[in-house]
């Protein structure tokens, strides 16, 4: 499909989606001078989907043998949706290309079931080779009532030498990111927790951590935490790094052209957001990440689709190669084949 370049978010963005411009943040800003990010896609198909499962977040990466890894967190249809915070898993899918298809290979991560950080509930994987290791990032939680499940949610890692393990938590626990203890931090007493990580390897040696988390009476946003090594410590950003003031979440972030950028969802809109930034840390207005499920499969489509959590994409994760994004991979809000769960599906991002 042939993608529209120069595509304007802000007033026309909102009357889309019927919103007022005083509904939503400051219209971002546009970019006439270059072709927008979102027009670099190309929409191929789905890449997992599991008849018993709802499938959601699909991290890639390629292992030494030139294999594509796809690390998915899933759940049975039969524990709802609203299992993903109660019964979800993570499993390891393999391709021999980035656009598939994949086959299941195996767990590789499960709640403990004891009084742990990670009781239950593994979700949003973000899979990251950082020099000869692969660095497993995700979220759990400690079970109780369902405002305790998103409180309690924190961020782990595992690391591998090998996409297919044996994978080993980092320290002793794997337990990375907690919610700040500090109340000048933005994220203290975050309502639901600190979750989906991003980890990136910053070209100054540092990595950074990027997270979701929301105080009371805002909105969620995104912030970081910054290590001079994988294992930490993460010390916060006392500041949020995005100005949205509507639902955004799922953060992925990249290096391309001497820029970082942060790849998020939008949840009002139905889109995505790209933040761009010099440093990792001040972005400014963002640009449109990704366009709306129609846009790519249809009206007719989608809205003739089963709608599991509304009409759109979510849970971006990039593919990287030679220095450039060569995939895009998303969680389906809606299912458009006459099945019951959702899928992952999988985008070309064509060269600047």
Known sequence: MKRRSRYRLGIFTLLMVGMSPAEDEKAPETLESRQLWADRLEYVGIAVEEPDY????????IGPEGKTHLFVARWPIASGFGGWLTHCEIARYLGES?????????????????????????????????????????????????????????IGMMVADHPAGPWKKLGEDGLILSPPEDPEVWSYRSTVGVNNPALFAHPDGRFFLYYKAMK?????????????????????????LTSNQTEIEDGYAFFEN??????????????????????????????????RMASYLGSDVVDAAKILRGK?????????????????????????????????????????
Not at 119 to 144: C, E, K, T, W
Not at 322 to 350: D, E, I, M, Q, T
């Open 312 to 352: 759109k994409f979510e849970r971006p994760q990039l593919l990287l190669q030679k220095g450039h994004p060569s995939h895009l991979y998303v969680a389906s809000g809606a299912n458009w084949k006459g099945g019951k769960g959702s899928y992952s599906c999988v985008f070309r991002v064509r060269e600047p």
């Open 98 to 154: 980035p656009e598939g298809p994949f086959e299941f290979k195996e767990v590789v991560a499960q709640g403990t079931g004891k009084k742990t950080w990670d009781h239950q509930s593994p979700h949003n994987p973000n899979v990251q080779r950082i020099g000869d290791r692969y660095v497993l990032s995700f979220i759990a939680n400690a079970g109780g009532s369902r405002k305790e499940l998103a409180a309690s949610q924190r």
């Open 216 to 240: 009371k009476g805002d909105v969620r946003r995104m912030g970081v935490a910054i290590a001079d090594t994988i294992e930490g410590p993460y010390v916060f950003h006392k500041e949020p």
């Open 54 to 61: 709802h499938v959601w977040g699909s991290s890639p990466v």
């Open 258 to 291: 001497d820029r970082v950028f942060l790849l998020t969802t939008h949840n009002s809109a139905g889109t995505g957001y790209l933040w761009e930034s010099e440093n990792g840390i001040d972005f400014g207005d963002p640009i449109l990440g990704y366009d």
